[in-house]
């Protein structure tokens, strides 16, 4: 069982910047493709980013260009570095991983979650 916990998240302008951390415990995860879904009140849970074992990327069109994904397989931790943020990515941030080096996108795809950081974006 790999256990995830999410941290970094909080409330900042817009325009602004943070950086949200998802720590893994439990078995190893390096070969697992691992990838940040967000949630806003009243919504479906959505696709972010997604990073495979080979370290190569996806992004939703949404945020590509200002968010990035990266993982530190040493530490058993992955981050999003979001930047320019806007109102509407004020979401609960959730990471995901699953037992598979081959990303997807599909919240069914993901075989085991973090509990969320809460993102909040002002204007």
């Known amino acids: 069982q790999v256990q995830l916990v999410e941290s970094g998240g909080g409330l900042v302008l817009a325009g602004g910047s943070l950086r949200l951390s998802c720590a893994a415990s439990g078995r190893a995860f390096s070969n697992d493709a691992m990838a940040w879904f967000r949630q806003a009140p009243g919504k479906k849970r959505e696709f972010v980013a997604a990073i495979a074992w080979s370290s190569s990327t996806v992004y939703a069109n949404s945020v590509k260009g200002r968010f990035s994904i990266s993982r530190d397989k040493a530490k058993n931790t992955m981050y999003v570095q979001m930047y320019s943020l806007k109102p509407e990515d004020t979401a609960l941030y959730y990471c995901?991983?699953?037992?598979?080096?081959?990303?997807?996108?599909?919240?069914?795809?993901?075989?085991?979650w973090g509990q969320g950081t809460q993102v909040t974006v002002s204007s």
């Open positions: 995901a991983g699953r037992r598979s080096t081959v990303i997807r996108r599909r919240t069914d795809d993901y075989d085991y």
